[in-house]
């Protein structure tokens, strides 16, 4: 853990500016994720700059609705917390942490939908252009959770072998009660899940069959390693069935919905692709 990178002098109060780790970070994870999306367009023959402009439509989606998210599933809604102005001082504060990556998804998808119809480009192509970029900034992204200390893990035994533990004033030693309590890494297993996806959906892209594609099929592997790893997570709590936590839910849903879109995109190929042939 290790929430501040580094501090910047000012010459009046507080008298100092803290570069968070947490939001560096994330500014990492758009710049990496827009240049290997940029550089895949142009792979593909699309125009850079339609990447670029539905990157950046996405990416302010994102954030909101990966903070909303946020907002509704951890946030304490009790006595002055629910104030109008105290959520939106909340919201804005980035640098904390808390981003639920099922709420950006969400919100992005239906906005990157919405910019691709209006300028009538193949929203499926470009979903598919973009999934490779999203699971290499989230595993990015979580590199920043871990250096925050937040999304920690439950406490396992300190015989594991990959265990992980946070000082005094982490989240993590205020919910358990105490420093340096061996947990298990789920920033860190979520960073290395991403990055594997990663290489798999890029070797997909290559070898693609519809439009589509891609995309379902990240958005299925995720659901799946997300739905394992949220099990060893213990900042989530468990409020449906007292069993799954929201993103769980959200992953049950996304599962089988993803299984569907892939099998009408493929059949919708395939009947295309027939019809081509019977116009030949």
Known sequence: MHRILFRIPLPFAPGHFDVASYGVMIAIAAAVAILTGVFR???SGEKANDVLDLFLWVLIAGLVGARVFYLFSD???SGESKSLLNVIRVFFQFR????VFYGGLLLAVAVGIAYLSAKKLN????ADIAAPSVAIGIAFARIGCYLNGCCWGKRCSVDFLFHVAFPEGSFAAYRYGA?????????LMSSLNAAILFVLLTIIYRRRRFDGEVFWLFIAMYSVTRFAIEFLRGDNPRIFLHTF????AVSLVLLPAS????????????RKAESAALAA
């Open 75 to 77: 946030m304490d809604w």
């Open 96 to 99: 904390q942490g808390g981003l």
């Open 245 to 248: 936590t929201v993103s769980q």
């Open 41 to 43: 367009a142009r792979e």
């Open 179 to 187: 420093a340096n309590v061996p947990v298990y890494p789920t920033q």
């Open 123 to 126: 929203v499926w192509k470009f």
């Open 259 to 270: 299984l569907v879109m892939l099998f009408v995109l493929r059949a919708r190929a395939k």
